[in-house]
């Protein structure tokens, strides 16, 4: 399978004695590990290889990092190829900000902390294999509804060929044929020519006119077109329109017609048959939704791990990939739980048993709340805010100690969905004398992405958090009556 396969790592500085030890660092990951003494055969080695992760020492003669990053960039194939720049001098902003705009997604400092490096080639090179799975069944995907649509093709091409199959399709109300008189100007319809306009054989009259009237106003014209056409000498004509049934139905159907001449060649009459390719078109724009879904969810994916990546913070290289691999599983969580409606959305009250589940001793978080289904996006952003809630709790709150109680609920109040989150019997509390990484990403969640409000109450018997999240188009409430979930009102984990 795709999760198995290895990557190529491509390594580029012009000291081998420094790629050596890339290589040494890097080689328990179990990946190919590639290396470039130059910039010039690394730009040899990517022309003929896919590569994961490009791991660049910036200051290298010739070529150095940054053009080097630069005429990667430039080629279509490499524009979102993860690059991490190694600097063995301090970088000033200005310089990180051009690598940045170069496309690196990270800087490592030399001397390099070998876990620290691990960790950073770890998560893009899974990144990497986790988005080649995406596009491999997104381009399955695309071959089967190209391979669908050749064969509803071939099949129309076999009903308009064979009478047998023509009037089965009529029977079941797809196919219409008709006659239309052009030198008198009347009009004859089958059966399912009726069926497939939405008229009652017995009160409809057809004529030009109302033909014309029941046709999308798009479409209006093609026939008119096609009657000029067959003035001008056509013999035959074929084109795909809508048809405005009266009950407000709108069908898509494709129209053949074919002229009959008199020995001067002039027509005197039109046939022609209407199939119904409503299902066939449905078909076919679900399926281009599912792929642009498809492609839209590896790009978010994507970006929120970077993110992680680049803006966690940790007082030592096991915190900091403690705090990465945490947040990376709280996203994976969320993910799970999205993946199992179909990326539908997501219960509330899952989200909630998944996040504090692993915190849970005894009775010590209790949660309950309205049965409200989330969207994925706003999901993800708010498992995040909860991953770091639950984690600061365990690691200096009520959450910290046995004696320690967390009560959340949630409410719809007005226009917003309203979460308290509430800590007692806990450590004693102190209002800190500045926000901490965890507290700046919860609100930069909720407030920046969500545009709710995060407040935060530092009392002595433990803390209280409101979040307040807008009720927009994010959030779905159950109309009352409806089954409730698994995790509503008296929950309680344990």
């Known amino acids: 399978m795709m999760s198995h396969e290895k990557v190529n790592i491509l390594l580029v500085d012009d000291q081998p004695a420094k790629l050596l030890a890339y290589e040494v660092i890097l080689k328990e990951l179990g990946e190919n590990l590639v290396v470039a003494t130059s910039g010039r055969e690394a730009l040899e080695f990517l022309l003929k290889n896919e590569v994961a992760v ?137 059966e399912g020519q009726f069926h497939i306009f939405g008229v009652d054989p017995e009160t409809f009259v057809v004529t030009t006119a109302n033909v014309e009237a029941l046709l999308h106003p798009d479409d209006a014209a093609k026939l008119r077109k096609a009657t000029a056409l067959f003035d001008r000498g056509e013999r035959s004509y074929e084109a795909e329109f809508r048809v405005n049934r009266p009950d407000g139905e709108v069908r898509w159907c494709v129209g053949t017609a074919v002229a009959t001449v008199d020995k001067a060649g002039i ?43 680049r803006l966690t913070r940790g007082e030592t290289v096991k915190a900091y990939i403690q705090a990465v691999e945490g947040r990376i599983s709280a ?17 509330i ?27 994925p996006a706003t999901a993800q952003t708010l498992a995040l805010a909860l991953h770091e809630l639950v984690t600061n709790s365990a690691k200096y709150g009520a959450l910290s100690t046995l004696s320690g109680r967390l009560s959340l609920q949630w409410a719809i109040q007005g226009e917003a969905l309203e979460l308290v989150w509430e800590e007692k019997d806990g450590p004693l509390v102190e209002k800190p004398a500045s926000r901490g990484f965890g507290t700046r990403s919860v609100i930069a969640s909720i407030e920046s992405q969500l545009g709710g409000q995060a407040e935060f109450d530092w009392r002595s018997e433990g803390l209280v958090c409101r979040l307040s999240v807008p009720l927009t188009a994010n959030i779905d409430a159950r109309q009352p009556g409806s089954r409730p979930s698994l995790a509503v009102a008296g929950n309680r984990l344990s």
């Open 54 to 190: 490009i791991l660049v020492d910036v200051c290298m003669p010739e070529l150095d990092g940054f053009e080097l990053a630069a005429m990667i960039r430039e080629h279509p194939r490499f524009q979102k190829t993860a690059m991490i720049f190694i600097s063995a001098i301090q970088v000033s902003d200005i310089d990180r900000l051009r690598g940045y705009e170069m496309g690196a997604v990270d800087y490592v400092p030399v001397p390099v902390i070998p876990e620290v490096l691990r960790a950073k080639i770890r998560v893009f090179a899974e990144l990497y294999r986790k988005t080649r799975q995406l596009e491999r069944f997104n381009a399955e995907l695309e071959d089967r509804v190209r391979a669908r649509t050749a064969e509803l093709e071939e099949s129309n091409a076999r009903l308009l060929e064979s009478e047998q199959r023509r009037s089965l399709a009529l029977a079941a109300g797809s196919m219409g044929s008709w006659d239309w008189d052009w030198v008198n100007g009347d009009w004859m319809w089958d």
């Open 267 to 309: 027509v005197v009459r039109l046939s022609g048959v209407t199939v119904d390719i409503t299902e066939r078109k449905r078909a076919e724009e679900r399926q281009n939704l599912l792929a642009r879904e498809v492609d839209h969810r590896a790009k978010n994916a994507l970006a929120l791990a970077q993110s992680i990546v």
């Open 331 to 347: 996203l994976a969580r969320v993910h799970t739980i999205l993946s199992l409606s179909s990326w539908q959305g997501a219960e």
């Open 349 to 375: 009250g899952k989200l909630v048993d998944e996040e504090l589940a692993p915190y849970a001793t005894g009775d010590q978080i209790t949660f309950r709340g309205t049965d409200i289904q989330l969207q």
